[in-house]
């Protein structure tokens, strides 16, 4: 499966951004999604990931209450929907499709990786 990952840019603190993951190549719905993000100097964590049926969801510590994950299966589409911002936030964010079922945490789980999106939050 191909993603392509857009929707990033430069927001102000306290802002909103919502990213999207388009797939493309085999059926969309097969597999749990899930958005990482690397910032400069730092090794790539975990953000969010959802359930192939979508009735599953986990998050970071550090974007639980800010950030939901979700899905639109007619669309071939996943979304990261972030609000309130803050600067360390800032990074490349990359989507990533994972054929098992439940959306893991660690990255090494996931087989196919979008080409990422800068999101940049300003203080």
């Known amino acids: 499966v191909q993603l392509q990952a857009s929707g990033g840019g430069l927001v102000q603190a306290g802002g909103s951004l919502r990213l999207s993951c388009a797939a493309s190549?085999?059926?969309?719905?097969?597999?749990?999604m899930g958005w990482f993000r690397q910032a400069p100097g730092k090794e790539r964590e975990f953000v969010a990931a959802?359930?192939?049926?979508?009735?599953?969801?986990s998050y970071a510590d550090s974007v639980k209450g800010r950030f939901t994950i979700s899905r639109d299966d007619a669309k071939n589409t996943a979304y990261l929907h972030m609000d309130s911002l803050k600067p360390e936030d800032t990074a490349v964010y990359y989507c990533a499709a994972d054929r098992g079922s439940r959306g893991s945490t660690w990255s090494g789980d996931y087989d196919y990786w979008g080409q990422g999106t800068q999101v940049t939050v300003s203080s």
């Open positions: 959802i359930s192939w049926s979508g009735d599953s969801t």
């Open positions: 190549g085999r059926p969309f719905k097969n597999y749990a």
